[in-house]
């Protein structure tokens, strides 16, 4: 069974990555690259409408219901990609779009910083101390994906590496499906043919996040200490540089990307 969900990701994505890659180029819905390039960031949309169309397949043949969270994934992919087409430079980081919220700028960083956290907030439906604190990690996760989005295939290898696991302790078929189709979009990013953007990045962490979430409380404590000390060096320290000065992190980061 998990086989099948796989390859029907694999197949669902490879029909629809031409047209959406198409749509967003056509429509000025372009990026640059770390290599200067203008590229579509049209790989985090080419995920979400793979996962729509996954699950209309899935209430169709067996009525089952995961529309909730296609909600939730939908709302922090938009989030994201509000802020990759409004290509805001001056302000980087939480920082510096708090700042330019202080002088009465709105920016799109700042949209997407508040909004994420609120979006999983209302997912969780609980307003407590617990879940104030929960979401502030999950939120912490979700962005440690745009920490890492700096270079082709790096976002999709850091998620197949924490998603597999966790869809091995939880038995769900349907996370194969979008391990086929993160697959694709790892093929797409190596081969620079399109970006994941925020939107696509954020959207990762997100899937992570809420697996994360359902898990027993002292794996999710140990994971929520992870993600902690990865945000601050995030904060502090250049991921490129890093992984740069590890051989090991360096070989796994170039397997597959263009030289």
């Known amino acids: 069974m998990e086989v099948l969900y796989l390859i029907a990701g694999i197949v669902i994505s490879t029909l629809f990555a031409k047209l959406v890659i198409n749509f967003c180029y056509n429509s000025q819905k372009k990026i640059k690259n770390y290599r200067g390039q203008h590229?579509?960031?049209?790989?985090?949309?080419?995920?979400?409408?793979?996962?729509l169309v996954g699950e209309l397949i899935e209430v169709a043949?067996?009525?089952?219901?995961g529309l909730d969270l296609l909600f939730v994934y939908t709302a922090v992919f938009l989030f994201g990609y509000i802020d990759d087409i409004s290509n805001d430079k001056t302000n980087k980081g939480f920082k510096g779009h708090t700042k330019a919220f202080l002088k009465g700028n709105l920016t799109s960083g700042f949209l997407k910083a508040c909004g994420i956290p609120l979006i999983l907030l209302i997912y969780i439906t609980r307003f407590s101390l617990l879940a104030i604190i929960e979401v502030i990690f999950l939120s912490?996760?979700?962005n440690l994906f745009n920490f890492l989005d700096l270079r082709p295939g790096r976002c999709q290898k850091v998620f197949i590496f924490s998603f597999l696991p966790l869809t091995l302790l939880t038995s769900n078929p349907q996370d194969y499906f979008i391990l086929g189709v993160i697959m694709v979009t790892l093929y797409l990013d190596l081969t620079e043919l399109s970006v994941l953007g925020d939107g696509g990045s954020n959207l990762l962490g997100a899937l992570v996040a809420l697996k994360v979430l359902n898990l027993p409380i002292g794996i999710k404590l140990f994971i929520y200490f992870i993600v902690l000390v990865m945000t601050i060096i995030g904060e502090k320290y250049s991921y490129n540089r890093l992984i740069s000065k590890s051989k090991l992190l360096s070989f796994?980061?170039?397997?597959?990307?263009?030289s």
Not at 39 to 51: E, K, N, P
């Open 39 to 51: 590229l579509a960031v049209a790989l985090g949309m080419l995920i979400l409408l793979s996962m």
């Open 61 to 65: 043949l067996f009525a089952s219901n």
């Open 140 to 142: 912490m996760l979700v």
């Open 252 to 258: 796994i980061d170039q397997i597959g990307r263009k």
